[in-house]
Nanobody
Framework: QVQLVESGGGLVQPGGSLRLSCAAS????????VGWYRQAPGKERELVISITGSGTRNYIDSVKGRFTISRDYARDTVYLQMNSLKPEDTAVYYCNAHYNSNYYWGQGTQVTVSS
């Protein structure tokens, strides 16, 4: 069993920045992969950016150059740094971890980009 807790969401103006955190209940070094997903109202949940244990990153084109995923092994925390935010980035953001053939989700944190 793995627990994931996201934080850091909020309201930000277009062009602004936010850093989301995903605190894990176990060593993030044990995860096969970890990533961030998002879901806007009426839309399907989509992968935003992920990273495997070997360091391979995957991300959607719309966030390339703006979003960065990073890991803090000392704190067992995964971060999503979001820069140059756009209104279309508005969504609930979820942390996901692949561990021991299972997938675990956090509760989500709301990100709203609006003037």
């Amino acid at each position: 069993q793995v627990q994931l807790v996201e934080s850091g969401g909020g309201l930000v103006q277009p062009g602004g920045s936010l850093r989301l955190s995903c605190a894990a209940s176990r060593s993030i070094a044990s995860f096969n992969a970890v990533g961030w997903y998002r879901q806007a109202p009426g839309k399907e949940r989509e992968l935003v950016i992920s990273i495997t244990g070997s360091g391979t990153r995957n991300y959607i084109d719309s966030v390339k150059g703006r979003f960065t995923i990073s890991r803090d092994y000392a704190r067992d925390t995964v971060y999503l740094q979001m820069n140059s935010l756009k209104p279309e980035d508005t969504a609930v953001y979820y942390c996901n971890a692949h561990y021991n053939s299972n997938y675990y989700w956090g509760q989500g944190t709301q990100v709203t980009v609006s003037s």
